[in-house]
């Protein structure tokens, strides 16, 4: 399994990113996907989730209205369009299966401030 993130960066606040997970190793279309992040001095997060086949998608309250999640089973990769971006965002980013495989990427940083 390998996953690898990228897209993050430095953004004021009410600014958008995209962030993108490119996915090896697994049957990607066989499995819910997910975006977790991870704040300095915080424990790992689930963001967003998208579930195979019919694509719904779940939001953690934080984050509703101002992320989406979606994926491109062709191309193997995931996706996380954020706008809105507030402080609170900052944090890396990772991408997994929602039942996490033992192995994560690196993450990409996301770092909103002024």
């Known amino acids: 399994v390998q996953l690898v993130e990228s897209g993050g960066g430095l953004v004021q606040p009410g600014g958008s990113l995209r962030l993108s997970c490119a996915a090896s190793g697994f049957t990607f279309s066989s499995y819910s996907m997910s975006w977790y992040r991870q704040a300095p001095g915080k424990e790992r997060e689930l963001v967003a989730t998208?579930?195979?086949?019919?694509?719904?998608?779940n939001y953690a309250d934080s984050v509703k209205g101002r992320f989406t999640i979606s994926r491109d089973d062709f191309k193997n990769t995931l996706y996380l369009q954020m706008n809105s971006l507030k402080s609170e965002d900052t944090a890396v980013y990772y991408c997994?299966?929602?039942?996490?495989?033992?192995?994560w990427g690196q993450g990409t940083q996301v770092t909103v401030s002024s």
């Open positions: 998208i579930s195979t086949m019919i694509w719904s998608q």
């Open positions: 997994n299966a929602r039942n996490p495989f033992d192995s």
